[in-house]
């Protein structure tokens, strides 16, 4: 198999999920790596991918790779690339830089001197250069370093691809769309059966399971990077997006369901929900969660519990999370509930046994994702619950 032309990034433990979305696209997957996926593609895939991936964070397209053994090295292969090639000079750059290994003394000087190869390209070829704009470029170019190579990519994405287009606020503990896209599909819940959220802060579990349920591409309403370059096809770029509208089902009201005891941030939910075309499609209530109620016999809850400052400090969480146990036990009945914890003793305290547990990466932070399958049983006596370190 030839080297991959593209890269693809994701959360960690999302890449199986990343891969089967790249082949629907059409993309021939190369190897998993952790947080992100290898692969190849041609124009079409690369558009297909950007529009239609729940789980990638960002589509990068290789144009540059060599070896180096001093920085002057890497100065050199950038100016030997030909940016002009790519994209016009009146478009806006914009470089970042990863590393692995990397023998480098600063990352911000490298950035600034693959930056500045570009713009000496683009002065010896067309006598003008690129203007820099670090926080919304036409063309982010990225690099990254590993013990003695570098590898340049266009992104071709812009905006990370979980800025899906519509929502316009987030809460204070909210899930990127893509790990909340991978969380549903990791639970195995399907589309057109009941799913709550009964702490949904912003809505973002509930915004990505109408999209799921319609089929809606989850970039049907922004743009991408790749559109600012030389070998952009309009012609194409539309009819693959005819494609997907093509697949789209039709508005209804939806079996997804959402809480938050926060009106405040229950108002963000419904903002975000009109914004996306689905004020009308998901029910929202203002409550509290230990006085919700299932809203149907069977069904798959999904949730992002506090586990951090947001409900207060250790020994409020300790004495909350038994409390959230027992109400799964009592109102839940013969459904499924999912709950993601960056903490690794607080689910203990549901007192619940997990029959799935998938680690997973909420951005830094080391999470678990846990299946718990509700049957009706003993309640536990009432007893002081203690946060064991």
């Not at 990343?18 to 190369?30: C, F, P």
């Not at 057109?192 to 579990?205: K, N, S, Y």
């Not at 005819?242 to 369901?257: D, G, N, S, Y």
């Not at 969480?317 to 499924?336: I, M, R, T, V």
Request: hydrophobic share 45%; proline share 7%.
């Amino acid at each position: 198999m030839p080297p991959a032309s593209h890269f693809a990034t994701c959360p960690r433990g999302l890449e199986a999920l990343l891969e089967t979305e790249l082949a629907a696209a059409g993309a021939q997957v190369v190897r998993q790596v952790p947080a992100g996926v290898l692969f190849m593609a041609d124009a079409a895939a690369e558009m297909r991918v950007n529009l239609t991936s729940r789980i990638a964070t960002r589509i990068l397209r290789k144009v540059g790779f060599t070896r180096y053994r001093k920085e002057e090295h890497i100065y050199r292969a950038a100016l030997d690339l030909p940016w002009p090639d790519w994209f016009d000079v009146k478009k806006t750059i914009a470089v970042k830089v990863g590393a692995q290994n990397a023998p480098l003394k600063s990352l911000n000087f490298i950035t600034l001197k693959i930056k500045d190869a570009i713009c000496d390209r683009f002065r010896e070829e067309t006598h003008e250069r690129p203007s820099v704009d670090p926080s919304a470029p036409d063309v982010p170019v990225y690099a990254f370093f590993t013990t003695d190579a570098v590898t340049f990519y266009l992104d071709t994405s812009g905006e990370p691809l979980f800025k899906r287009g519509f929502k316009r606020e987030a809460s204070a503990a909210s899930l990127k769309e893509n790990l909340a896209a991978g969380l549903l599909l990791l639970s195995g819940w399907e589309p057109g059966t009941p799913l709550l959220d009964p702490m949904c802060g912003a809505g973002t579990i509930l915004l990505e399971a109408a999209d799921m349920a319609l089929n809606r591409a989850p970039g049907r309403g922004r743009h991408f990077a790749f559109e600012h370059y030389r070998d952009f096809d309009a012609a194409l770029w539309k009819r693959i997006k005819a494609e997907a509208q093509a697949q789209e089902k039709p508005l209804t009201r939806l079996p997804i369901f959402g809480a938050d005891q926060d009106r405040w941030v229950l108002d963000k939910a419904r903002n975000n929900l009109a914004a996306a075309g689905y004020a009308d499609a998901i029910e929202l209530n203002v409550s509290d969660v230990l006085d919700l109620k299932a809203p149907t016999p069977v069904g798959t809850l999904v949730t992002n519990p506090p586990y951090g400052e947001r409900l207060g400090e250790a020994e409020d969480l300790a004495e909350w999370y038994p409390l959230l146990g027992d109400w799964l036990k009592q109102n839940f009945s013969g459904w499924e509930a999912w709950v993601i914890s960056g903490d690794p003793l607080l689910p203990k305290l549901l007192g619940l046994k997990a029959s799935r547990r998938i680690p997973l990466f909420n951005g830094p932070i080391e999470t678990r994702f846990l299946q718990y399958k509700i049957v009706a049983g003993t309640m536990r006596p009432d007893k002081p619950a203690k946060l064991v370190s």
